[in-house]
Protein backbone atom coordinates (compact mmCIF):
# COMPACT_ATOMS: atom_id res chain seq x y z
CA UNK A 1 0.00 0.00 0.00
CA UNK A 2 0.71 3.29 -0.93
CA UNK A 3 1.88 5.39 2.08
CA UNK A 4 1.82 8.34 -0.32
CA UNK A 5 1.06 9.25 -3.80
CA UNK A 6 1.85 12.65 -5.43
CA UNK A 7 -0.26 13.36 -8.50
CA UNK A 8 0.59 15.38 -11.03
CA UNK A 9 1.92 18.38 -8.51
CA UNK A 10 2.90 21.97 -9.94
CA UNK A 11 4.15 24.62 -7.58
CA UNK A 12 4.77 28.06 -8.91
CA UNK A 13 6.10 30.85 -6.86
CA UNK A 14 6.25 34.43 -8.97
CA UNK A 15 7.83 34.20 -11.85
CA UNK A 16 9.31 30.41 -11.41
CA UNK A 17 8.24 27.03 -11.51
CA UNK A 18 9.66 24.85 -8.72
CA UNK A 19 8.12 21.79 -9.60
CA UNK A 20 6.73 21.11 -12.75
CA UNK A 21 3.71 18.26 -12.96
CA UNK A 22 5.66 15.50 -10.85
CA UNK A 23 3.88 12.33 -10.08
CA UNK A 24 5.38 9.29 -7.56
CA UNK A 25 4.48 7.24 -5.16
CA UNK A 26 6.35 5.97 -1.66
CA UNK A 27 4.90 2.64 -0.64
CA UNK A 28 4.62 2.39 2.98
CA UNK A 29 8.26 1.04 5.10
CA UNK A 30 10.05 1.75 1.76
CA UNK A 31 13.13 4.13 2.19
CA UNK A 32 13.10 6.42 -0.94
CA UNK A 33 15.81 9.07 -2.06
CA UNK A 34 15.15 12.57 -3.39
CA UNK A 35 18.11 13.83 -5.36
CA UNK A 36 19.68 16.09 -7.86
CA UNK A 37 21.33 19.50 -8.20
CA UNK A 38 20.72 22.09 -6.16
CA UNK A 39 17.42 24.10 -7.21
CA UNK A 40 16.06 20.75 -8.86
CA UNK A 41 12.74 20.42 -6.90
CA UNK A 42 13.84 18.51 -4.01
CA UNK A 43 12.91 20.61 -0.42
CA UNK A 44 9.63 21.85 -2.41
CA UNK A 45 8.89 18.70 -2.71
CA UNK A 46 9.14 17.92 1.11
CA UNK A 47 7.34 21.50 2.07
CA UNK A 48 4.34 20.14 0.31
CA UNK A 49 4.43 16.40 1.67
CA UNK A 50 4.77 18.42 5.19
CA UNK A 51 1.81 20.94 4.23
CA UNK A 52 4.30 24.08 5.25
CA UNK A 53 2.65 25.46 1.79
CA UNK A 54 0.15 23.76 -1.13
CA UNK A 55 1.16 22.75 -4.02
CA UNK A 56 0.02 25.20 -7.87
CA UNK A 57 -2.03 22.29 -8.61
CA UNK A 58 -2.26 18.42 -8.09
CA UNK A 59 -2.97 16.62 -5.31
CA UNK A 60 -0.54 14.83 -2.06
CA UNK A 61 -2.29 11.99 -1.12
CA UNK A 62 -2.08 10.09 2.67
CA UNK A 63 -2.61 7.03 2.59
CA UNK A 64 -4.91 7.28 0.21
CA UNK A 65 -6.76 10.52 1.15
CA UNK A 66 -5.49 14.36 0.50
CA UNK A 67 -3.70 15.49 2.64
CA UNK A 68 -6.24 18.41 2.66
CA UNK A 69 -8.75 16.85 4.43
CA UNK A 70 -6.45 15.93 7.52
CA UNK A 71 -6.57 18.49 10.63
CA UNK A 72 -3.23 20.38 9.95
CA UNK A 73 -1.78 19.23 13.15
CA UNK A 74 -3.19 15.90 13.46
CA UNK A 75 -1.32 15.21 9.83
CA UNK A 76 2.20 16.61 10.97
CA UNK A 77 1.67 14.64 14.03
CA UNK A 78 2.13 11.77 11.60
CA UNK A 79 5.38 13.28 10.11
CA UNK A 80 9.05 13.57 11.79
CA UNK A 81 11.43 15.88 9.73
CA UNK A 82 15.17 17.06 9.82
CA UNK A 83 15.37 20.01 7.44
CA UNK A 84 18.73 21.51 6.74
CA UNK A 85 17.97 24.37 8.53
CA UNK A 86 17.55 22.49 11.86
CA UNK A 87 17.41 24.73 15.10
CA UNK A 88 18.78 23.77 18.59
CA UNK A 89 17.07 25.44 21.27
CA UNK A 90 18.50 27.43 24.35
CA UNK A 91 17.01 24.19 27.05
CA UNK A 92 18.36 21.49 28.15
CA UNK A 93 19.13 17.66 25.55
CA UNK A 94 16.50 16.18 26.89
CA UNK A 95 13.89 18.85 25.90
CA UNK A 96 15.47 19.78 22.19
CA UNK A 97 15.41 15.72 21.75
CA UNK A 98 11.79 15.77 23.02
CA UNK A 99 10.95 19.12 21.16
CA UNK A 100 9.45 20.37 24.18
CA UNK A 101 7.97 18.86 27.33
CA UNK A 102 10.17 16.41 29.44
CA UNK A 103 8.80 13.93 31.81
CA UNK A 104 11.95 12.26 33.26
CA UNK A 105 10.55 9.30 34.36
CA UNK A 106 8.47 8.90 30.92
CA UNK A 107 10.98 9.97 28.77
CA UNK A 108 14.48 9.25 30.33
CA UNK A 109 15.12 6.23 28.35
CA UNK A 110 13.50 6.96 25.37
CA UNK A 111 16.06 10.19 24.93
CA UNK A 112 18.90 8.32 25.89
CA UNK A 113 18.06 5.46 23.06
CA UNK A 114 17.23 8.16 20.28
CA UNK A 115 20.29 10.03 21.22
CA UNK A 116 22.55 6.35 20.88
CA UNK A 117 20.71 6.08 17.46
CA UNK A 118 21.85 9.25 16.13
CA UNK A 119 25.54 8.35 17.15
CA UNK A 120 25.76 10.91 19.75
CA UNK A 121 26.58 8.62 22.84
CA UNK A 122 30.29 9.55 23.39
CA UNK A 123 29.67 13.15 23.23
CA UNK A 124 26.65 12.56 25.46
CA UNK A 125 28.80 11.04 28.08
CA UNK A 126 31.97 13.52 27.75
CA UNK A 127 28.70 16.05 29.77
CA UNK A 128 28.76 16.55 32.94
CA UNK A 129 25.00 16.73 33.15
CA UNK A 130 23.87 14.33 31.06
CA UNK A 131 20.34 15.07 29.35
CA UNK A 132 19.59 17.49 31.97
CA UNK A 133 22.72 19.55 30.33
CA UNK A 134 21.72 23.28 28.90
CA UNK A 135 22.94 23.75 25.44
CA UNK A 136 23.77 27.14 23.94
CA UNK A 137 25.06 30.27 26.16
CA UNK A 138 21.90 32.68 25.19
CA UNK A 139 20.36 32.12 28.85
CA UNK A 140 22.84 30.11 30.62
CA UNK A 141 26.90 30.98 30.26
CA UNK A 142 27.42 27.91 31.61
CA UNK A 143 25.53 26.41 28.72
CA UNK A 144 27.19 23.36 25.79
CA UNK A 145 27.61 24.80 22.70
CA UNK A 146 27.81 21.92 20.21
CA UNK A 147 29.90 21.99 17.24
CA UNK A 148 27.78 21.56 14.32
CA UNK A 149 27.68 17.57 13.39
CA UNK A 150 26.98 16.85 17.53
CA UNK A 151 24.18 19.49 16.43
CA UNK A 152 23.07 17.56 13.75
CA UNK A 153 22.56 14.60 15.61
CA UNK A 154 20.10 15.75 18.30
CA UNK A 155 18.40 16.98 15.48
CA UNK A 156 18.12 13.73 13.91
CA UNK A 157 17.18 11.93 17.26
CA UNK A 158 14.25 14.27 18.02
CA UNK A 159 12.85 12.02 14.75
CA UNK A 160 13.71 8.77 16.55
CA UNK A 161 12.14 9.55 19.48
CA UNK A 162 8.48 9.77 18.50
CA UNK A 163 6.23 6.89 16.53
CA UNK A 164 6.06 8.53 13.56
CA UNK A 165 4.64 6.73 10.62
CA UNK A 166 7.06 8.68 7.67
CA UNK A 167 10.57 10.09 8.33
CA UNK A 168 11.56 12.86 6.14
CA UNK A 169 15.33 13.69 6.08
CA UNK A 170 17.12 16.85 4.37
CA UNK A 171 20.60 16.44 3.83
CA UNK A 172 20.63 14.18 7.44
CA UNK A 173 24.82 13.98 7.35
CA UNK A 174 26.01 17.22 5.75
CA UNK A 175 27.70 18.14 9.07
CA UNK A 176 29.05 14.57 9.88
CA UNK A 177 32.61 13.03 8.86
CA UNK A 178 32.31 9.62 6.59
CA UNK A 179 32.45 7.55 9.63
CA UNK A 180 29.51 9.50 11.42
CA UNK A 181 27.86 9.30 8.41
CA UNK A 182 27.71 5.72 7.74
CA UNK A 183 26.95 4.56 11.53
CA UNK A 184 23.77 6.91 10.81
CA UNK A 185 22.99 5.03 7.70
CA UNK A 186 23.06 1.84 9.38
CA UNK A 187 21.00 3.43 12.28
CA UNK A 188 18.13 4.43 10.09
CA UNK A 189 18.27 1.19 8.49
CA UNK A 190 18.13 -0.54 12.00
CA UNK A 191 15.25 1.69 13.66
CA UNK A 192 13.02 2.96 10.58
CA UNK A 193 11.80 -1.08 10.11
CA UNK A 194 8.29 -0.61 9.53
CA UNK A 195 8.87 3.23 9.02
CA UNK A 196 8.82 4.98 5.92
CA UNK A 197 11.78 7.26 5.22
CA UNK A 198 12.26 10.29 2.23
CA UNK A 199 15.63 11.53 2.57
CA UNK A 200 17.71 14.15 0.37
CA UNK A 201 21.37 13.87 0.08
CA UNK A 202 24.08 15.39 -2.53
CA UNK A 203 26.37 12.19 -0.75
CA UNK A 204 25.48 9.47 -3.08
CA UNK A 205 27.22 6.85 -0.86
CA UNK A 206 23.97 7.40 0.76
CA UNK A 207 21.83 6.48 -1.72
CA UNK A 208 22.57 2.55 -1.76
CA UNK A 209 20.29 1.79 0.72
CA UNK A 210 17.31 3.44 -0.57
CA UNK A 211 14.83 0.97 -2.32
CA UNK A 212 13.77 3.49 -4.86
CA UNK A 213 15.74 6.94 -5.98
CA UNK A 214 13.78 9.24 -7.75
CA UNK A 215 16.20 12.00 -9.63
CA UNK A 216 14.90 15.19 -10.25
CA UNK A 217 16.15 18.47 -12.44
CA UNK A 218 14.85 21.64 -13.02
CA UNK A 219 11.61 21.04 -11.58
CA UNK A 220 10.97 17.38 -13.07
CA UNK A 221 10.94 14.03 -12.31
CA UNK A 222 13.58 12.56 -14.73
CA UNK A 223 15.01 9.38 -13.61
CA UNK A 224 13.15 6.93 -11.39
CA UNK A 225 14.93 3.15 -10.06
CA UNK A 226 17.19 1.51 -7.28
CA UNK A 227 21.10 2.27 -7.90
CA UNK A 228 22.16 -0.27 -9.86
CA UNK A 229 19.14 0.48 -12.33
CA UNK A 230 20.18 3.80 -12.88
CA UNK A 231 23.92 3.34 -12.99
CA UNK A 232 23.00 0.77 -15.70
CA UNK A 233 20.73 3.64 -17.51
CA UNK A 234 23.99 5.98 -17.49
CA UNK A 235 22.20 9.37 -16.93
CA UNK A 236 22.59 12.24 -14.63
CA UNK A 237 22.16 10.19 -11.30
CA UNK A 238 25.43 8.17 -13.39
CA UNK A 239 27.05 11.01 -14.33
CA UNK A 240 26.96 12.43 -10.41
CA UNK A 241 27.75 9.62 -8.79
CA UNK A 242 30.79 8.91 -10.68
CA UNK A 243 32.00 12.32 -10.16
CA UNK A 244 31.53 12.07 -6.78
Not at 51 to 60: A, H, K, M, N
Not at 216 to 230: A, K, M, N
Not at 235 to 241: C, I, R, S
Amino acid sequence: MDLLKIENVTKRYSGHTALNDVSLSVPQGSIYGLLGPNGAGKTTLIKLLMRLYDSTSGEVLYNGRSAKEYDLAEYRAKIGCVFQDYKIFATTVAENVMSGAYDDEADSKIVSESLEAAGFTEKLNSLKHGTQTMLTREFDKKGTNLSGGESQKVAIARVFARPYELWIMDEPSSALDPVAEYELNQSILKYAEGKTVIFISHRLSTTRMADRIYMFDSGRLCEVGSHDELMAMKGKYAEMFNIQ
